[in-house]
């Protein structure tokens, strides 16, 4: 449809790979993504603020996160079908606009509900911004390289966390609660002019079938389970409880008949054949629930307990993620060579010293104790997060790489959204239990700090169990031979036009 213009070809693989040729395109992706994370780490550390603002709970707050993290895995097994009908630019630049439309609306929000409200259209916004971006950065950098291109991919993704905190609580403690998500109406329009500008055009596809069943059930099945294990700090027995799991779990193995069989699945479930693919996807999610969970208690702690302001709990939650950045590229390098076997055992054993020693905290711990110990998660994190990521990609068939993009994704998702409800719902549910057996004279903060001592404890035994999964990876066949003899040859050569 366009005239002829020249072009600038940007070769995925083999001597002509150059990393400055893919710039352009990686730095509006990234943008798009730093908005993406940044909004997720400046909502946690404003969450104690919301619940005083409006005058609510904490498991009614932590609904802002859940309902976000649960659009965003509504949407995410549409960006296959959406980039084949539409084109790939397209809905990245059509996603950031939305998202950022959902960011102005939670800014102006009256009610603890239209936040939760809002913040849901934020996630159908961003859903897919990763997913896209993954895939596209995943076919211009070619097999041998990918770990050193994801680890630079990480760099700035993790600055988004490092400065996501100082920013909210800046933001919550000299200005408003409000702009922490009005901040990203001036992200969103950079993210919008560089992606229009720098994006490789891409060619249309036929579109598969819609898999309209699939995609009424998933966030039906998803949404009712997280439900459910939040109602469940509170009550396992309870109706709320025993309705949200029983109807998510029904829900949720509907979905995976209904997936089972389609030729054109929603989610591409047939790549969990692969028994490495398997391993390596459950291990990541057994850290996703250790490391979302525990840096989301983090500054409750702080907060609710020592007494920090937002802004303070930012600059101690900083030298986490730039730990995380100074693991992300040395694994990465690492990645390329060793594989990912050892640097995720390393990686998480040094994540469960820390939560282990975090599950002894007490009133008199100190702060620098609390310090060390995000530190050393964070550096844990940056050595396994990204080769595992990187690992499971590596693990499918090449030629299911845009399908199986969007299934990690989701799952992640899904993972971060049963981590916030279920250790929530549990830090609840110990501190009320411990509070009922410590008697009437005891001193209320001890049954606080115990139940906290209680979760880290639970993260800690989650990553404990990555530990001795870890040892179960190996290294994946090469992939490329694989899908250039199943015919796969998804854009070998990526066009930019100007």
């Known amino acids: 449809m366009s005239a002829p213009t020249q072009t600038k070809t940007i070769a995925v693989g083999g001597d002509g790979f150059s990393l400055k040729a893919i710039l352009p395109p990686l730095m509006a992706i990234v943008v798009a993504m730093i908005m993406v994370i940044l909004d997720s780490t400046v909502v946690n550390n404003a969450i104690p603020k919301l619940v005083e603002y409006f005058d609510t709970d904490l498991k009614t707050i932590q609904w802002t996160v859940t309902g976000y993290t649960l659009a965003l895995s509504a949407v995410i097994p549409l960006a296959g079908w959406m980039t084949d009908k539409f084109g790939s630019k397209q809905i990245f630049m059509i996603t950031i606009a939305l998202f950022t439309i959902g960011s102005v609306l ?12 809002y913040r849901i259209i934020q996630g159908l916004g961003g859903g897919m911004v990763a997913p896209i971006g993954m895939t596209m950065v995943f076919k211009l950098a070619p097999p041998e390289r990918r770990g050193s291109i ?5 760099i700035p993704m993790l600055m988004a966390p490092a400065f996501g905190p ?11 609660w409000h702009w922490i998500f009005i901040i990203n109406l001036p992200i969103g329009i950079i993210a919008f002019i560089l992606g229009y500008k720098y994006l490789p055009k891409s060619d249309r596809h036929a579109a598969p079938h819609l898999d309209l069943i699939g995609m009424c059930l998933a966030p039906i099945a998803f949404s009712m389970l997280a439900y459910g294990v939040s109602e469940g700090g509170t009550s396992w027995s309870s109706a709320s409880t025993i309705t949200g799991l029983t109807v998510g779990g029904i829900a949720l193995i509907l979905f995976i008949f209904v997936e089972l069989a389609q030729k054109q699945p929603l989610l591409e479930l047939k790549v969990f054949k692969s028994s490495d693919f398997t391993r390596s996807i459950i291990l990541t999610w057994i850290v996703q629930l250790a490391m979302f969970g525990a840096m989301l208690i983090v500054p409750l702690y702080l907060q609710g307990v020592m007494h920090y302001t937002a802004l303070d709990t930012g600059w101690i939650l900083m030298p986490y993620a730039i730990c995380a950045g100074i693991g992300m590229p040395i694994s990465g390098r690492l990645f390329d060579k060793i594989g990912a076997r050892p640097l995720a055992f390393a990686g998480l054993t040094v994540v469960s010293i820390s939560l282990f020693i975090l599950s002894g905290i007490s009133i008199d711990t100190s702060l620098w104790v609390i310090i060390l110990c995000i530190c050393i998660m964070g550096l844990g994190m940056g050595f ?27 799952a992640q998702q899904v993972v971060v959204s049963f981590a916030v409800a279920g250790l929530t719902g549990y830090l609840t549910s110990q501190i009320t239990s411990h509070a009922a057996s410590a008697g009437a004279d005891a001193n209320p903060l001890r049954a606080v700090v115990a139940g906290y001592g209680d979760t880290f404890f639970l993260s800690a035994c989650l990553a404990t169990a990555g530990v001795a999964l870890s040892l179960l990876l190996r290294k994946p066949k090469q992939q490329e031979e694989a899908g250039i003899a199943d015919g796969d040859n ?9």
């Open 106 to 117: 939670c800014g102006i929000a009256q009610t603890p509900e239209q936040l939760i409200i």
């Open 150 to 154: 994801m680890g630079v991919l990480g």
């Open 166 to 176: 100082v920013l909210s609580g800046w933001l919550v403690d000299s200005v408003s």
């Open 384 to 410: 396994s997060m990204m080769p595992l990521n990187t690992h499971v990609l590596n693990s499918a068939p090449r030629r299911l790489v845009s399908r199986v993009t969007p299934l990690t994704t989701a």
């Open 490 to 498: 998804p854009d070998s050569a990526m066009m930019m036009g100007h």
